[in-house]
Each structure stands twice: as structure tokens, then as C-alpha cells.
């Protein structure tokens, strides 16, 4: 459990360094000074796409590729001249010139842990690997987190709006790891939608019948709930127990009630146009929710941006091995259109881009080959990912992949470099050393960063 | 001045401007402050601990603090100014007219102000203004318009217009709800047992409750079992997703079920009766 009087007092002498640097921020900022005045990004939004977007029916669409793979949807044009998307991707088309693709992302984990794992830590997972080990790797979110310097009551890193789990299984790789558990992203809840708020019943442990072996243990642990429910009404309106299980356990009170966190936490402040701008589902609400809390102040927020319904329904993530098309057209690819262009709008209007990096990762693409089950598998040997923001060049391809998709045939990467180029945009060498706490010194990233700034 | 005294009056202008709240970072020549987190206190009279900085700030925040019109001609001595972020405060198009000598200013963040096409006109000088950012204040057509014309170069962005965004909205809503549905049997309880869901293809159903009392709406699991989807209120349609041959059991707030119904390929509808 964290020790939360620590943590405060942690937080209360970081913010009181030479003219408000801590000394790591300050060394990083004197690398990157010296480059000139190009405004730095100083916040970062992670949009993960859990199971295993399919690149090609998303952004490498192959409409002149084999007939056997290239699938059911075509591609349009974008903004961009020579740029083109899947079909059903049309209002990012229209954002091309904010957007950065990477067409030629691989690596070789099949499995969503491992999968997953590589995507947000940039290793390959080493051994047995779980969730809250402090030997595996931290993920990119909290390693940036540890490299910024927010206000005191604000969290380093937030993640939402719940944990991935895969079969009933934690998953490894969104945590801390041997950065502390300090450095673990506060896991927030997305507050939209009753009564689950946010809840996903996939993932959650009080309500998927999966995690908890007794039907009964997870009666009693409803009633509790709404026991605590009332108690806590009363000394909060309006914040449910479902949606305070885990980040009160990680926060002290008064840093989830420092106020520009807390403002931003309550959703139903925003103007209900803007709401629906981004969807009236749990990846658009989560979206708003990251915009909110960057602009509150937190480096860095995490958003799985799943396709589940405000009541916690299924069909969330990208794993689509059965039914791939209808699911891709009719529930998947909207929302995710939706919900980024929303983003990207947002963040442009306020005049956030600049310093807001957006990074719009995935585990592994999906195969070329569509199995008997009219779906696509896991593939992770090649793959797309998308930047946009933090002085990200906007309306470029980075890399190709081949004719039908199935390997890179230019300028291959790795999810290590696609980490190196978030690290140089926020101005965090990638190349740096720290230790954990037995010592042992790491440099943070592997990889190099693309040309892409 | 003295080395030494500049370097004195330097550090003592830098500690106050840290006590206000204010984050200090190298930029570029000089320096970047930020006031937009933990200095949103800051007033006029903070204000003028900044402007004791002149040539040395490039980059200004002050999203979010309480600065007035009153402050803004500590602003004119920032003379290597390229970014400044005025959103969300009180300044009117009387402050901007202090703006107007920055001819370094490449951003100006204005969104949510309560300026006008008059505060604009104080911006047709500014040369190598590449964006400004008007979303939520009360310039017009005409005055953005005469502002492009001055500085072609310029990109105005006045954000999205919510009343669109509304009308959008409620034109999906209206093509939701004129989707032909078939009507789904109610089965009441006391009968059959509600059978397990099958698997099947993406639709959608409209569960209408007509009952004086919120009910609340249980899938039944494929290897049987019941799970809690959501609390439909008195009189409230609820429009779900679902896959056909799935198997929805309504229940009191109780838990006693009412009644059944299974989806079907087409997207369909029910009516809870009373």
C-alpha cells in the first residue's frame, strides 16, 4: 500500500527546487535547451487500442493488394495527397495533416500480455511476467511521469478508464515496475454512465463473474458496495463507491481533491455539446476525460480507448478473431473515428496541440489472412501507429509495409523506437540512466527516435 | 548595474515569481513561465514581477489567473515575447491594445475572452503572428475576416460551433429512432424459464418501460446465469446493443423477474408491460 504521507511530502519537495525544477527536469531541460525555441511538448495522451488494431483496416488499407486479404472496405482520400485510410476511418481523414503515421511498427509477441507489454514498456517481456511486479518494466506513461514535475496534488500519470486483463488475468505492463510503486499511474475510472460509471464488466473485478469464483462473494461485495455507496454519497455527492475502488486506494484524499484535478474528474461540467462531440460511449467520455485532466495539469493520461457502452456492455477491445468486419464497420472504427477526431478538434481549438503529444498505440496489428471464423488473428510483424501533436509533423507516412501488409518493406521500427521519439518530443533524453532501488542502473529506452519532429 | 546586482535583482524577481506560483524553465534565449497550474492566483500586481523580466521571457501563460486589463501593460515590456496564452481570464479588448507593440508574437491563446472584433484590430501588426485562438469570444465574421486580411498569413481558428455540433446530434437521434423495428414476444415470468443466450450478430434493441417502477435488465449468460446490464426507469426507452439470440430478463428493483424476451437479427423492439 502506498505510503501516502510520504508521497505528499515526496511531492511537496519536488515543486520546491531551483525556481520550481526538480534536478532531474532541470538536467533534461538544459539538453534540450540548447536546441532553441521550439515549443516543447509537456503533456502526453496515450490512446491505446487494447487486443490488436488491424492496420489494414485501419491506417494501411490495401485496396489494390492481394484479393485474398486485403478484406471487405476500401480506402479513402485524406487531407493529405497520396495519404489514404480505411473507408470507414472518415473524419481522422480529414485530421491527416495533424497525423503522423508509422506503417512499419513490428515485433515479435503474439500474445496480448506479451503483446501489450512491448507496446507500452518498449521490452520484450523477460520470463514469467505479472502485473505488479516490481522487477518488470515500467510502462512509457509512468516513465514519462517520472520526468515531469507537476503541482503539488496532482498525479504523475493517470490511466483509464480501468486495467487490462485477459482472461481473468491482470496484465503486466502498465504499471511502475522498478521505478517504484510511486511511479504507478492512478488508475481513474471514466465518470459516465449509470450506474456503472465507467465500469467495464470485462475487466472488473467486483463484476466479472470471471475474476471472482463465487456468484455469492460477488452479491456480498455488491451489497458492501452499496452500503459504502450510501455512506460516501452522503460525504461526496455525486462520486460512487464502483468508481472510487481504486483510486482512492492510491491517492491521498486531498490529492484527488486538489482542485483542478478534481474540477476536470467531474464530466458533467462539460458543455454537453462538447460531450457529445467526442460519443456517448466509454472511449469517447474516456478521450474528454484525458483532455480535461492534461489541461488540470497531469503529464501524462492513458485511455484505453475501448468501444464498450456507458453500462459496461461488451464488445471493448480490438480482438477481433470472429465476426471481424461487421464488428470493425458497425462498432469499432466509428467510435474510434469519432472519439479521436473529437480529440484532435479539441485539442486544436484550445490551442493545445503543441504541447499535447497524442500517440494512438495497439498491440500488434491483425493478420492478412482472414480465418474461417470471418476474422483476423494476432500480427504483430508489421503494424501501424499514429502521432499527432507535440511538434509531431503532421501529414506524413513514416515506413511501408508490404503489398499485402504482412511484413515491413521499408524502414522497419520498433514499439523501443516509437518510445525514443515520445521521450525526444517531451524533451526527456532516451537515452538516460536511472536505478532502481537496489541501485542497478537502466537506460530508459532502447530504441532511437524516428524522424518525425 | 553591477554583474553582481543584475544577477541579485535577477534571482530575487525569480523567487517571487515562484512564491506566486509561477514555473520557470530555459526557453529558447531566455526563459518560458507558467502560471496556468498552481499560480492561477496571480493577479495585476503579481503581473509586474514578470514584466520586471522584459527582454527574457519568450513564452507566457496565464490560463487561468486572475489578471485583468489592469495587468496587461506590464505585457508591453516583453518585448522577445513569441507565445502567450490569455485564455480563460478577464481580459478585454482594452488590454490587447498593450499587445500591439510585440513584434516577436508567433501564438496568442485567446480562447474563452470576452473580446471583439475591437481587440482584434490591435493585432494587425504583429507580422509573425502564425496562430491565434478565438474559439468561445465575441468576434464576428467580419472582424476575423478584416484580420486575415491584414496578416495573410495568419491562422485564425475560431474552434468548433456547438450549436452544429447539437444539431448533428439530434439529426443521429432522429435516424436512430426511425429505424423500423420489429416487435420482440414478451414472455412473463412464472412460465418457462428464460433460456440461455446464443451467440449471434450485432443489432440493437429498444426496451421501452412502461411500468410505473424502474426495472432492472439482466443478460442471460450463455452457460446460463444472470448478468447485470442496467436500471431502466418508469417511462424511460432504452436503447442496447446486443447480439440476436441473446436472452433479456427484466426484473423488479427487487430482483423478481417480470418476464423475458430474446433479440432477433433485425434490430427490434420491446415494451415492458405494466
Not at chain 2, 121 to 147: F, M, P, Q
Request: charged share 25%.
Amino acid at each position: 500500500m502506498l505510503n501516502l504521507q510520504h508521497s505528499r511530502r515526496a511531492f511537496l519537495r519536488s515543486s520546491a527546487g531551483l525556481a520550481g525544477l526538480s534536478v532531474p527536469t532541470f538536467f533534461s531541460m538544459q539538453a534540450q535547451a540548447a536546441t532553441g525555441s521550439r515549443v516543447r511538448a509537456k503533456s502526453c495522451i496515450v490512446v491505446y487500442t487494447w487486443g490488436g488494431m488491424s492496420h489494414l483496416e485501419s491506417f494501411d488499407p490495401k485496396p489494390h493488394g492481394p484479393v485474398a486479404t486485403r478484406g471487405e472496405f476500401g480506402a479513402i482520400s485524406t487531407a493529405t495527397p497520396g495519404m489514404q485510410f480505411c473507408e470507414h476511418l472518415p473524419l481522422l481523414a480529414r485530421h491527416s495533416e495533424k497525423l503522423a503515421v508509422v506503417r512499419s511498427v513490428h515485433h515479435n509477441q503474439g500474445g496480448h500480455q506479451q503483446g501489450m507489454y512491448i507496446s507500452l514498456t518498449g521490452r520484450a517481456p523477460e520470463g514469467k511476467i505479472r502485473a505488479k511486479s516490481r522487477t518488470s518494466w515500467p510502462s512509457m506513461p509512468a516513465m514519462i511521469s517520472r520526468f515531469q514535475d507537476p503541482m503539488a496534488g496532482t498525479p504523475g500519470a493517470v490511466r483509464l478508464p480501468y486495467s487490462m486483463y485477459d482472461n481473468g488475468k491482470l496484465m503486466a505492463g502498465e504499471y511502475g515496475g522498478w521505478l517504484g510503486e510511486k511511479y504507478d499511474p492512478v488508475l481513474m475510472r471514466t465518470p459516465a454512465g449509470k450506474p456503472f460509471a465507467g465500469v467495464s464488466r470485462y475487466t472488473d473485478p467486483v463484476l466479472n463473474l470471471k475474476l471472482n469464483l463465487k456468484e455469492t462473494r460477488m452479491r456480498d461485495r455488491r451489497s458492501l458496495l452499496e452500503r459504502l455507496d450510501r455512506n460516501l454519497n452522503e460525504a461526496r455527492p455525486g462520486v460512487t463507491a464502483l468508481n472510487q475502488f481504486d483510486h482512492f486506494q492510491k491517492m491521498a484524499a486531498d490529492m484527488l481533491l486538489g482542485s483542478p484535478v478534481r474540477a476536470a474528474y467531474q464530466l458533467e461540467n462539460e458543455d454537453p455539446r462538447l460531450r457529445a462531440m467526442y460519443g456517448d460511449h466509454i472511449g469517447g467520455q474516456s478521450l474528454l476525460l484525458a483532455r480535461r485532466l492534461v489541461e488540470a495539469g497531469v503529464p501524462v493520461v492513458q485511455a484505453v480507448c475501448s468501444a464498450g457502452d456507458l453500462a459496461g456492455g461488451g464488445g471493448d477491445n480490438w480482438d477481433t478473431h470472429r465476426g471481424h468486419f461487421p464488428k470493425m464497420k458497425n462498432r469499432l472504427l466509428p467510435l474510434f473515428d469519432r472519439s479521436v477526431s473529437a480529440l484532435l478538434t479539441d485539442l486544436e481549438m484550445r490551442g493545445m496541440l503543441d504541447e499535447t503529444l497524442v500517440v494512438l498505440l495497439t498491440d500488434f496489428g491483425r493478420t492478412p489472412k482472414i480465418n474461417k471464423n470471418g476474422g483476423r488473428d494476432h500480427h504483430p510483424a508489421v503494424y501501424s501507429v499514429a502521432f499527432a501533436g507535440g511538434g509531431i509533423r503532421g501529414g506524413q507516412v513514416y515506413g511501408a509495409s508490404d503489398e499485402s501488409g504482412t511484413e515491413p518493406a521499408e524502414l522497419a521500427c520498433s514499439p523501443a523506437d516509437l518510445h525514443a521519439t515520445v521521450y525526444k518530443a517531451l524533451g526527456i533524453d532516451h537515452h538516460a540512466e536511472l536505478h532502481d532501488r537496489e541501485g542497478r542502473p537502466f537506460r530508459i529506452c532502447d530504441g532511437e527516435p524516428l524522424p518525425l519532429i | 548595474m553591477t554583474t553582481g546586482e543584475r544577477l541579485f535583482k535577477f534571482a530575487a524577481v525569480m523567487e517571487a515569481i515562484r512564491s506566486l506560483g509561477g514555473k520557470v524553465r530555459p526557453f529558447g534565449r531566455g526563459v518560458e513561465i507558467g502560471f496556468q497550474f498552481s499560480g492561477r492566483n496571480l493577479d495585476d500586481k503579481g503581473l509586474a514581477k514578470v514584466g520586471a523580466l522584459e527582454r527574457q521571457v519568450i513564452l507566457l501563460n496565464l490560463r487561468d489567473t486572475q489578471i485583468t486589463d489592469a495587468g496587461m501593460p506590464h505585457l508591453a515590456k516583453l518585448t522577445q515575447l513569441q507565445r502567450l496564452h490569455l485564455e480563460r481570464t478577464a481580459v478585454t479588448d482594452a488590454g490587447l491594445a498593450y499587445l500591439s507593440e510585440l513584434k516577436e508574437l508567433t501564438y496568442l491563446n485567446l480562447y474563452g475572452t470576452k473580446i471583439s472584433d475591437k481587440g482584434l484590430r490591435h493585432l494587425i501588426n504583429l507580422r509573425k503572428l502564425e496562430n491565434v485562438y478565438l474559439w468561445g469570444t465575441d468576434v464576428s465574421d467580419a472582424g476575423c475576416a478584416a484580420l486575415q486580411k491584414s496578416l495573410p498569413g495568419l491562422r485564425i481558428d475560431r474552434g468548433v460551433d456547438l450549436e452544429v455540433i447539437a444539431a448533428r446530434v439530434s439529426a443521429e437521434k432522429k435516424e436512430a429512432a426511425a429505424v423500423k423495428r420489429v416487435e420482440l414476444q414478451w414472455v412473463p415470468a412464472g412460465g418457462v424459464e428464460p433460456p440461455n443466450s446464443k451467440t449471434g450478430d450485432f443489432t440493437s434493441v429498444s426496451i421501452y418501460n412502461q411500468r410505473k417502477r424502474s426495472v432492472k435488465l439482466f443478460w442471460i449468460e450463455y452457460g446460463g446465469g444472470r448478468r447485470f446490464y442496467a436500471e431502466i426507469s418508469a417511462g424511460e426507452t432504452l436503447l442496447r446493443n446486443t447480439y440476436s439470440e441473446a436472452t433479456w430478463l427484466i426484473t423488479t428493483m427487487g430482483e423478481v423477474p417480470l418476464g423475458y424476451f430474446i433479440a432477433t437479427v433485425e434490430p427490434s423492439q420491446i415494451t415492458i408491460p405494466e
